[in-house]
Nanobody, 118 residues
Framework: QVQFVESGGGLVQPGGSLRLSCEVSGGTFSTYAMSWYRQAPEKERELVASIRSTTGHTDYASSVKGRFIISRNNAENTVFLQMNSLKPEDTAVYYC???????????WGQGTQVTVSS
């Protein structure tokens, strides 16, 4: 049974940085792509960034390109999201899931709350 455990969120001022982590248990982490998603209040969940399994090729939503960096550590079954130059509109609950730009699983972890506010 695959499980996702997200962490690293918090309250940060505009322009600040946070590093999110998603630890994955179950499955063969190193063989599949991973993505980060976010859901703001009263909005649909949206894709933030994706990373391939072996090539490390990445893709980003236009709203975060140049500010966020997705990375992974296959030895630790963990995917990261480094978020820089944060804006109030980045405020959301952030989730990870398996897959390249489309979530493979219909279930989600508990997510981690990111709040950008002065």
């Amino acid at each position: 049974q695959v499980q996702f455990v997200e962490s690293g969120g918090g309250l940060v001022q505009p322009g600040g940085s946070l590093r999110l982590s998603c630890e994955v248990s179950g499955g063969t982490f190193s063989t599949y792509a991973m993505s980060w998603y976010r859901q703001a209040p009263e909005k649909e969940r949206e894709l933030v960034a994706s990373i391939r399994s072996t090539t490390g090729h990445t893709d980003y939503a236009s709203s975060v390109k140049g500010r966020f960096i997705i990375s992974r550590n296959n030895a630790e079954n963990t995917v990261f999201l480094q978020m820089n130059s944060l804006k109030p509109e980045d405020t959301a609950v952030y989730y990870c899931n398996r897959g390249w730009r489309i979530p493979v699983y219909t279930f989600w972890g508990q997510g981690t709350q990111v709040t950008v506010s002065s």
